[in-house]
T-cell receptor, first 115, second 113 residues
Framework: KAGVTQTPRYLIKTRGQQVTLSCSPI?????VSWYQQTPGQGLQFLFE???????NKGNFPGRFSGRQFSNSRSEMNVSTLELGDSALYLC??????????????FGPGTRLTVT | QQQVKQSPQSLIVQKGGISIINCAYE??????FPWYQQFPGKGPALLIA?????SEKKEGRFTISFNKSAKQFSLHIMDSQPGDSATYFC????????????FGKGTTLSVSS
């Protein structure tokens, strides 16, 4: 099975711009979650989607949003970019059932640099 | 109560030695404890996970030890190899659908040959 794929892998944006990141989960996985990874704060939960509905949200400002499509693919959007948004954005997919209920499989991430 | 504290921050081990990384949690509602391995430029890879109904789980050279009363768990890497050099993260969650993984700050392991 192919793993979680994320596009683009690298992105450079300017303060004030907006950005959209894309994630395709492992085939058959029904939920997708997003995490931000920075050297200072580590890995922090952004939000999780299941069946096109946001099921959980972390403690991030409203500039961070996401959505999930009927094929389980997900996008996250960051509006009005700030320098502090520079980070590795990781998408994780989960089988979301049975023994795999809690398992999260991460993609390679999108490295966002805000200048 | 949501924190997961991980130590040490960095670790240097000789090839063939045992690497030990420790984590402690506060929220007794957590019931799923995975460990992730991350290489530079890659996403975290699920290494091994445990639930609190067992005190130990072993997969190959990797073992999780779990102490429910102390709210601590640890990763042991036996016969450490240079290829094990990576950053390791412990995490915890409630193990239910839709719950977030709460991560430790990570441990950078270097295995010297």
């Amino acid at each position: 099975k192919a793993g979680v794929t994320q596009t683009p892998r690298y992105l450079i944006k300017t303060r004030g711009q907006q950005v959209t990141l894309s994630c395709s989960p492992i085939s058959g996985h029904r939920s997708v979650s997003w995490y931000q990874q920075t050297p200072g704060q580590g890995l922090q939960f952004l939000f999780e989607y299941f069946s096109e509905t946001q099921r959980n949200k972390g403690n991030f400002p409203g500039r961070f949003s996401g959505r999930q499509f009927s094929n389980s693919r997900s996008e996250m959007n960051v509006s009005t970019l700030e320098l502090g948004d520079s980070a590795l954005y990781l998408c994780a997919s989960s089988p979301d059932l049975g023994q795999g209920l809690a398992q999260r499989y991460f993609g390679p991430g999108t490295r966002l640099t805000v200048t | 109560q949501q924190q997961v504290k991980q130590s040490p921050q960095s670790l240097i081990v000789q090839k063939g030695g045992i690497s030990i990384i420790n984590c402690a949690y506060e929220n007794t509602a957590f019931d799923y404890f995975p460990w992730y391995q991350q290489f530079p430029g890659k996403g975290p890879a699920l290494l091994i996970a445990i639930r609190p109904d067992v005190s130990e789980k072993k997969e190959g050279r990797f073992t999780i030890s779990f102490n429910k009363s102390a709210k601590q768990f640890s990763l042991h890497i036996m016969d450490s190899q240079p290829g094990d050099s990576a950053t390791y993260f412990c995490a915890a969650s409630k193990g239910q659908a839709g719950t977030a993984l709460i991560f430790g700050k990570g441990t950078t392991l270097s295995v010297s040959s």
